[in-house]
């Protein structure tokens, strides 16, 4: 079935980075763009930047440039993003998403990445 | 840019209608289609309910619709049930900075 799997749990340090990859499975994975969301802690959902796996152009929201990059690893159907200069702020669960045949709507998640970031 | 505006919370009683408002601004729910509605039970991660405002994926159930006007979007949920406890965000393409905004978020509960 179509679906997306995310990596496991991290625990980072201030000051650290953060890579969290997005395995796609069940459909053509060039086919469709890539976005991540993050959620804090019993906060609500904030957008954090979209990639498209067949060119690799990307986007990224303002409030994460210079510290997040995604990329993707065409022969595996992985994407991956990375979040440096970590902080406790960043602190919470990181979901990837499929824009699917919905135009830019999110129809397919990954079960979520939850980052913990602590000295 | 802010993230689009919805009350924090709504309840209803099963069998009633609720309505779920999301406001933003002209640059971005009053300037184009793509506002999104998700819904999100705890642990789980989110299900899209209604797409391009008014549109809904297959699978998702007709009690659910979604409608926009100027600067506010809305999902309403007929024929409430105890299934439909969650919380609901809209999305939307924005022209500012962000390229896409995630309202505020709203607890629904079946009283």
């Known amino acids: 079935q179509v679906q997306l799997v995310q990596s496991g749990a991290e625990v980072k340090k201030p000051g650290a980075s953060v890579k969290v990859s997005c395995k796609a499975s069940?459909?053509?994975?060039?086919?469709?763009?890539i976005g991540w969301v993050r959620q804090a802690t019993g906060q609500g959902l904030e957008w954090m930047g979209w990639?498209?796996?067949?060119?690799?152009?990307?986007g990224y929201a303002q409030r994460f440039q210079g510290r997040v990059t995604m990329t993707r690893q065409t022969s595996i159907n992985t994407a991956y993003m990375e979040l440096s200069s970590l902080r406790s702020e960043d602190t919470g669960t990181y979901y990837c998403?499929?824009?699917?045949?919905?135009?830019?709507?999110?129809?397919?998640w990954g079960q979520g990445t939850m980052v913990t970031v602590s000295s | 840019q802010s993230a689009l505006t919805q009350p924090a919370s709504v309840s209803g009683s099963p069998g009633q209608s609720i309505t779920i408002s999301c406001t933003g601004i002209?640059?971005?729910?009053?300037?184009?289609?793509?506002v999104s509605w998700y819904q999100q039970h705890p642990g789980k991660a989110p299900k899209v309910m209604i797409y391009?405002?008014?549109n809904r994926p297959s699978g998702v159930s007709s009690r659910f619709s979604g409608s926009k006007s100027g600067n506010t979007a809305s999902l309403t949920i007929s024929g409430l049930q105890a299934e439909d406890e969650a919380d609901y965000y809209c999305?939307?393409?924005?022209?500012?900075?962000?390229?896409?905004?995630f309202g505020t978020g709203t607890k629904v509960t079946v009283l």
């Open positions: 069940g459909y053509t994975f060039t086919g469709y763009d």
């Open positions: 002209s640059s971005d729910v009053g300037g184009y289609k793509y």
């Open positions: 990639m498209n796996p067949k060119s690799g152009n990307t």
């Open positions: 391009d405002a008014s």
């Open positions: 998403a499929r824009a699917g045949d919905y135009d830019d709507a999110f129809d397919i």
């Open positions: 999305s939307s393409y924005t022209s500012l900075n962000t390229l896409y905004v």
